[in-house]
């Protein structure tokens, strides 16, 4: 079977090498995929939000099954033009995908079908919302943008002059783009967080191993937010009452008011939940594979996963016996100087022929001249099993400090 990976990023280097382990996949494309990639499928030279391009190049390549890493692509509709071709794709289709295209959306589904989530107030214009924020008198408070925006779209603010100016910025000043057109206002809420990624069909939700990942950019959650700057499986929060719970009063009845909304979901759900005083409540949905969970969750599985995205096309998900290992799995972001902000590209990268007790997945990087230099924020991911979280960990952490690039940025206290 011929595979095309969607996606340039260390989730998608991560999903070329778990489908590169299947006996079923005779040959692996990537677009545009990285230097990690290259090593062990075709890179394409197409944006993974060139639609008609990849749906080209899968017809003319005889793809028999597209994955999709990335969240804009699945939002932009890439499935549906894809099926409407005949072609097998695994992702959610542009309906389903709006659970993370848009949070109004997600926050009115959230309400209309009592999934307990954050309270909130929604606004499409900016005199009303800096209104609202006139007469607020409880901060912190979380101001949202509706679209897509990188990761970057959520505000907290401190106090009512931090909140007028972010709703300045992202509804006047357009930060944003047109993903800043409607907000939500919602209370701040606190407690540790959690991911919780299922696989889904139409009729069946299986849970994988839990996760947690490290988003600000400085050690004890401090600095900016990020894309994740490590992460570490199994999340020690997380437990079977935890995922009973979830399961039953929070993913279920999101997948089944889809459903009645005529939006029927099937790939990869990720829920974001915070576990508040009052108990779990949804942050946010992803509708793909999180960055860097998966490089922590798909080296435990053991199943083959080209088997298990064909099972959820075809609504088989439950004739498939779901083989997790019982290691525990770390992974550090190795991030260029300035990421989340302004950072440079095409630094030289040495040390990685070094490293050979952890996998490397590549994340921002590219070939030049048979070199392969920095070409995004987040640069490499060094990924390692062990008995336990602390023994994984230390061997990422050492083969980290074998790898070098003039502004290495790692957080230094990821799992603690």
Known sequence: MKVLVVGGGGREHTLVWKLKQSPRVSQIYCAPGNAGTSQMAINVALSDTDIPGLLKFAQEHAIDLTVVGPEVPLVGGIVDKFEAAGMRIFGPNARAAILEGSKVFTKELLSKYHIPTAAYHRFNQAQSALEFLETNTIYPIVIKADGLAAGKGVLISMSKEEALQGVREIMEDKVFGSAGDEIIIEEFMTGPELSMLCFVDSKTVVPMVSAKDYKRIGEGDTGLNTGGMGAISPNPLYDQELEDYCIKNIIEPTLQGMRQEGRPFKGILYCGVMLTPAGPRVLEYNVRFGDPETQVILPRLETDLFDIFEAVIDDRLSDIK???????????????????????????????????????????????????????????????????????????YQNSELIHFDGKTIRQDIGS
Do not use: Q
Not at 335 to 358: D, H, N, Q, W
């Open 322 to 396: 779901m083989v997790w290992d019982h290691s525990a799995a770390a992974t550090i972001v190795l991030a260029s100087r300035g990421y989340p902000e302004a950072y440079p590209k095409g630094i030289g990268i040495t040390g990685l022929e070094k490293v050979g007790t952890s996998v490397i997945f590549h994340a921002g990087t590219i070939n030049v001249d048979d070199k392969i230099v920095t070409n995004g924020g987040r640069v490499l991911n060094v990924t390692s099993k062990a008995s336990t979280v602390v023994e994984a960990l230390k061997t990422s």
